[in-house]
């Protein structure tokens, strides 16, 4: 059990430009959510996706935003156009299963900044 | 729908002290629930949870959470506190999956724990 693996950890982008966070969940999750956290708030949940199907889209997650999980194993969220209210912490989490019990482990984030 | 509050921004404790951080839940049907602990420019560790059974649940680095259904509560405790507790701390509230509920978490606003020597 590796964890949950994000890469880059950290991007500093210009605004306007495109940037994409990768996501490896823990081997064999089939469930994986992508949250949203800036500073000085919980997370806030943007997308999930059950192996490759996304199942659910957060109304934060504006047109500017998708999300992809071709093989059902790592996924990719991409930000097109990004502004300075896209600062944040991105957070992805996996778990597997059905049961509601099972644990949700994230991993360590992508920071962002947009100057 | 479901939510979470913590109503305490900052708790502060002395080491060595009992500390509590608490948390209230709203949700219909039987709750699933959460603390997770952040550390600064760090991902969320899972800490505990609840699911069923027993009210006191044990979890990671000794602490442990209450569960009352009567006050809708989920209070995070530990019996001596340290200063390497000090930390984020979140609590969540987990839906049951179904045909419109994706078993996502729901956070609370997060409290920050601080514990001096």
């Known amino acids: 059990d590796t964890g949950v693996s994000q890469d880059p950890r950290h991007k500093i982008t210009k605004r306007g430009q495109n940037v994409t966070f990768r996501c490896d969940p823990i081997?064999?999750?089939?469930?994986l959510y992508w949250y949203r956290q800036t500073l000085g708030q919980g997370p806030e949940f943007l997308t999930y996706?059950?192996?490759?199907?996304?199942?659910?889209k957060s109304r934060l997650l504006s047109d500017r935003f998708s999300a992809e999980r071709p093989k059902g194993s790592f996924s990719t969220l991409e930000i097109q156009r990004t502004e300075q209210g896209d600062s944040a912490m991105y957070l992805c989490?996996?778990?597997?299963?059905?049961?509601?019990?099972?644990?949700?482990?994230f991993g360590e984030g992508s920071w962002l900044t947009v100057v | 729908a479901q939510s979470v509050a913590q109503p305490e921004d900052q708790v502060n404790v002395a080491e060595g002290n009992p500390l509590t951080v608490k948390c209230t839940y709203s949700?219909?049907?039987?709750?699933?629930l959460f603390w997770y602990v952040q550390y600064p420019n760090r991902g969320l560790q899972f800490l505990l949870k609840?699911?069923?059974?027993?009210?006191l649940v044990k979890g990671s680095y000794g602490f442990e959470a209450e569960f009352n259904k009567s006050q809708t509560s989920f209070h995070l405790k530990k019996p001596s506190a340290l200063v390497s507790d000090s930390a984020l701390y979140f609590c969540?509230?987990?839906?049951?999956?179904?045909?419109?509920?994706?078993?996502?978490?729901?956070f609370g606003q997060g409290t920050t724990l601080q514990v001096k020597p």
């Open positions: 989490a996996s778990s597997s299963g059905q049961a509601s019990g099972n644990t949700i482990y």
């Open positions: 081997s064999e999750h089939n469930r």
């Open positions: 609840y699911i069923t059974g027993d009210n």
């Open positions: 969540a509230v987990r839906g049951i999956f179904g045909s419109s509920n994706t078993g996502k978490l729901i």
């Open positions: 949700v219909s049907g039987n709750p699933y």
């Open positions: 996706f059950q192996n490759e199907a996304q199942l659910e």
